[in-house]
């Protein structure tokens, strides 16, 4: 199985900042068949990014993502009020399919 | 437009079953596959099983081998979740979740869930 740490926990930062999200992988994920989502309280996730940096679609362009092997990163460029919530990265490369542990972007 | 509406939560006793139900609709239901995903209450996101978009292959996570089962009825645009056995670590929100088409193992809707509480 393919444990995904994300880091770090909890992101403080204001509105407009850029936040850079780190997910690393205890092995290679194959193909770059990673996935990150957006998960606010009492909604259900929604999907930013797969294929390591492909936008879902509606996603606007401030998310983005990038890395490959073991190494991936979101970055949201600007972050705009409604980006203040938990994001997940997730494997498909391997069964079984696996997520992060979460980090959270919270309003500094 | 999509909608995912789960059913079929409450509360259990440990050891006892529970059958949950995921009503699909506003899309091809037969051209996707299909997966239930879990929340433990506060915690993160947990993979439980697929089922492909004809019904003929299933997979399951570690947790859920031998305990739960997947199906769907395409006539019906359902998806359904049987758990037996169930466990106090069962307790969560379970989402069933729609899979992109160009990315077979990402899911591109989810619906609200509905919350198994397994207590005694």
């Known amino acids: 199985e393919i444990v995904l740490t994300q880091s770090p926990g909890t992101l403080s930062l204001s509105p407009g900042e850029r936040a850079t999200l780190s997910c690393r992988a205890s092995?290679?994920?194959?193909?770059?068949?990673l996935a990150w989502y957006q998960q606010k309280p009492g909604q259900a996730p929604w999907l930013l990014i797969y294929g390591a940096s492909s936008r879902a679609t509606g996603i606007p362009d401030r998310f983005s993502g990038s890395g490959s092997g073991t190494d991936f990163t979101l970055t949201i460029s600007r972050l705009e009020p409604e980006d203040f919530a938990v994001y997940y990265c997730q494997q498909y490369g391997s069964a079984p399919l696996t997520f992060g542990g979460g980090t959270k972007v919270e309003i500094k | 437009q999509v909608q995912l509406v789960e059913s079929g939560g409450g509360v259990v006793q440990p050891g006892r079953s529970l059958r949950l139900s995921c009503a699909a609709s506003g899309f091809t239901f037969s051209s996707h596959g299909m997966h239930w995903v879990r929340q433990a209450p506060g915690k993160g996101l947990e993979w439980v099983a697929v089922?492909?978009?004809?019904?003929?292959?299933?997979y399951y996570g570690d947790s859920a081998k031998g305990r739960f089962t997947i199906s769907r009825d395409n006539s019906k645009n359902m998806v359904y979740l049987q758990m037996n056995s169930l466990r106090a670590e069962d307790t969560a929100v379970y989402h069933c979740?729609?899979?992109?088409?160009?990315?077979?193992?990402?899911?591109?809707?989810w619906g609200q869930g509905t919350l198994v509480t397994v207590s005694s």
């Open positions: 979740a729609k899979e992109t088409i160009a990315a077979a193992g990402t899911f591109d809707f």
């Open positions: 089922i492909s978009n004809d019904g003929s292959r299933k």
């Open positions: 092995q290679s994920v194959s193909s770059r068949n």
